[in-house]
């Protein structure tokens, strides 16, 4: 079987292709930077450059392949990859293509809790694009993870106070929300992909627990031994920013935005025990453990 990750460099696609591969599947790793990919291609993948800019990449891409996993998204993008031209217009156009090359099935990342009437729009993109792969006839699976560790918890937390010793959270920083780790979503969309029959049409992927800004930082701190420090921006003062940024950056601004959120906007906290009876070979990675793994790649001892 050959399969097309798309976004293949990023924390999803990167792990689905080495599991693929692992696997024994032919792979065809499609990125804008196939520089980034060489790693993936010593490991036997088909690294190909693309952008769901880009139709006529996007049809060479999935040419000959039997089924794609779409795992790229711009949230934070600008510009030409604003998010309005990738994870719209891009995800329709690579739906098109697939089509177009006989493809058998197409696993599209979404996010829990996407819908047309969400407060921000890359949920309500999101769910967008879920209708239009419904209607394309083709078969498909559609993932919904919550928020990935690599960003919400370690990029845009974390990751401060081991490289900087401070950490600058938006808002109170004290709603509560799911976290999943990138490897464990891409166990579930291997599944999705090289699965016959594949489990359902949709599914939704949750980590172990429900944390907070202020407790994420607070682990941090206390499996680094470093002191805890944390600053907080006002989420009007970050609304107001966003306003700002949004002509300039919107990626950022719609960040923002999201972060400024009060934390009954919108619910953010799951139980993932249905997922774990449903699934119990895949062992979902706590939020410790995620740290604890962090914490060593920075070279700092691991406090208890």
């Known amino acids: 079987m050959k399969i097309l990750v798309v976004g293949a460099s990023g924390v999803l696609g990167r792990s689905v292709v080495r599991r693929l591969i692992e696997q024994g599947h032919g792979v065809r790793a499609m990125t804008r930077t ?35 996993l779409a795992s790229a998204h711009s949230l934070l993008g600008r510009g030409h990859h604003a998010s309005e031209h990738v994870d ?25 809790g996407a819908s047309p009437t969400h407060l921000v729009d890359f949920f309500r993109t999101k769910h967008a694009i879920e209708l239009y792969l419904k209607a394309s006839g083709l078969a498909h699976v559609i993932l919904r993870p919550t928020a990935f560790m690599e960003q919400h918890v370690h990029q845009f937390n974390g990751q401060g106070l081991l490289d900087k ?3 600058q959270l938006i808002g ?18 291997v ?8 489990s359902g049409p949709m599914l939704e992927i949750v980590g172990p627990g429900n944390f907070s800004n202020n407790e994420v930082a607070a682990l ?12 907080h921006l006002p989420a009007g003062v970050a609304r ?26 919108f619910n953010e906290a799951f139980d993932s025990a249905p997922l774990q009876r449903a699934y119990p070979q895949i062992r979902l990675t706590t939020l410790e453990e995620f740290v604890q793994a962090r914490v060593a790649e920075a070279g700092v001892p691991a406090q208890r």
């Open 88 to 112: 719209a217009a891009g995800h329709r156009a690579l739906i098109d293509a697939a089509r177009a090359a006989g493809v058998q099935r197409f696993v599209y990342t979404s996010a829990l």
């Open 220 to 231: 941090y701190a206390r499996l680094s031994g470093k002191p805890l420090r944390v600053s």
């Open 172 to 189: 109170p920083g004290t709603k509560r929300r799911n976290f999943v780790a990138g490897d464990d979503v891409a166990q579930f969309a």
């Open 191 to 198: 599944l999705a992909l090289t699965a016959d029959p594949p």
């Open 34 to 68: 196939p520089q980034r990919a060489q790693d993936l291609a010593a490991l036997g993948a088909e690294v190909v450059a693309g952008d769901l800019v880009d139709s006529d990449s996007l049809a060479a891409a999935c040419a000959g392949v039997d089924r794609v």
């Open 240 to 265: 107001l920013l966003s306003k700002v940024a949004t002509p300039l950056h919107p990626g950022a601004a719609r960040l923002l935005r999201l972060l400024a959120l009060p934390d009954d906007a």
């Open 165 to 167: 010793g401070r950490i």
